[in-house]
């Protein structure tokens, strides 16, 4: 296990359709799920819809438990990438931890390091790690009052 991080994490498997009606697949930590979701729907005008949960694992937990978790759901290779960027003014470490198909990874990180001056990604302060791993995906859809209990209210009662 990486230092700071489980080797498991519950995750929302959802859809994204952009303005311009492409979709995408998205891996979601739960606890950040709604916040994410008013992000990606008020200020990039984008729909989320296909809500699955699921669980994420490092590719140890999954080997030491196999035999269960591969009946447990629909599985497939999800890295979890870490981009941790020390900020030497402050003092700490900001980390990006997106979790993304294993096809996908490289591709991810190639965006995320786009935002990223050069002389940061050369220096000891930016550091890339791609934590293997398997998602494990409910079979059924699930609606969202099912796990976000509490968590319903609408933007206007945050102001």
């Known amino acids: 296990m990486l230092s700071g991080y489980n080797d498991t994490e519950k995750l929302i498997h959802c859809t994204v359709t952009n303005r311009y009606n492409e979709q995408s697949s998205r891996f979601v930590e739960l606890n950040n799920f709604r916040l994410w979701e008013f992000l990606m729907t008020n200020k990039h005008q984008t729909r989320i819809t296909d ?15 196999e035999s269960v978790y591969s009946r447990s759901g629909e599985t497939e290779q999800v890295n ?23 096809s996908e990874t490289d591709k991810v990180i190639q965006i995320l390091t786009s935002h990223i001056p050069q002389q940061i990604i050369d220096s000891d302060n930016c550091t890339i790690i791609v934590h293997e791993g398997y998602s494990i995906t409910q079979r059924q859809h699930v609606d969202k009052g099912d796990f976000m209990k509490g968590l319903e209210k609408e933007a206007s009662d945050l102001s």
């Open 51 to 65: 809500l699955h949960l699921c669980l994420w694992l490092s590719q140890e937990e999954y080997a030491t438990h």
């Open 80 to 102: 979890r990438v870490i981009v941790d960027l020390f900020d030497e003014e402050y003092g700490f470490s900001n980390p990006v931890v997106p979790y993304v198909r294993s």
